[in-house]
């Protein structure tokens, strides 16, 4: 073969692409969609603050300790991944077992916060549009943690067929993303709402 061969068949070679797994890429495309429809949102408070007539309100102090849960929830949900790289079953049962009740004490918090705002006369459709935006907020964030809620009930059940022998994090790894991203997106919404009263 001749050198101006061999270069056509260099060229004619398909270049190496990076792979990725489509659950994965599916959720980060869900994760940035989430973040613009939220960074969308927050956007629109701002705008309509500015505007005037904005009743300064109290976030409910139980908002707080829903803060605290779903914190202690991540912790727990990164010990359920590194117990499931090591095939350490029974911890990765307990540690999603802990995130999931800790993920339902969050919701919890959050009815008793909507609760908390309807006593101080806080209404989603009432005068005061600065409660509304706090109902949108909140609810939008509690709905996204059900749908988590979910996912982690999904990895739970998966928990317990769990062999030595099948070694696909790629559940587990998917249920952790998107959870400590729900975290970081309430701790990130609670801030916001707490400086921009």
Same mark, same amino acid.
């Given at each position: ?68 849960? %779903? @914190?202690? &929830?991540? !912790? $727990?949900? /990164? ?5 499931? #790289? ?5 911890? =990765? ?58 996912? %982690? @009930?999904? &990895?739970? !059940? $998966?928990? /317990? ?5 099948? #070694? ?5 790894? =998917? ?23």
């Amino acid at each position: 073969m001749t050198q101006e061969h061999l270069a056509n068949i260099k060229l004619d070679e398909p270049e190496e692409t990076l792979n990725m797994n489509p659950k994965k890429f599916m959720l980060w495309l869900a994760i940035v969609s989430i973040i613009m429809m939220f960074a969308g949102w927050t956007s629109g408070y701002l705008v309509r603050k500015a505007e005037g007539r904005w009743h300064e309100f109290e976030l409910p102090q139980i908002f707080w300790y829903s803060t605290g849960i %779903l @914190l202690v &929830s991540s !912790i $727990s949900m /990164f010990f359920a991944v590194r117990a499931a #790289k090591k095939d350490n079953f029974s911890t =990765l049962k307990t540690a999603i077992s802990i995130t999931f009740v800790f993920g339902l004490a969050f919701l919890a918090t959050q009815v008793i916060g909507f609760s908390d705002l309807i006593k101080n006369q806080l209404y989603f459709a009432g005068s005061d549009v600065a409660s509304s935006w706090i109902y949108v907020l909140v609810g939008l964030h509690a709905v996204h943690v059900f749908s988590g809620l979910i996912v %982690l @009930l999904i &990895s739970l !059940i $998966s928990s /317990f067929k769990f062999t030595k022998e099948s #070694k696909n994090l790629t559940r587990i790894q =998917l249920c952790a993303t998107y959870w400590h991203f729900l975290d970081f997106l309430w701790l990130y919404l609670f801030l916001f709402l707490y400086f921009n009263r």
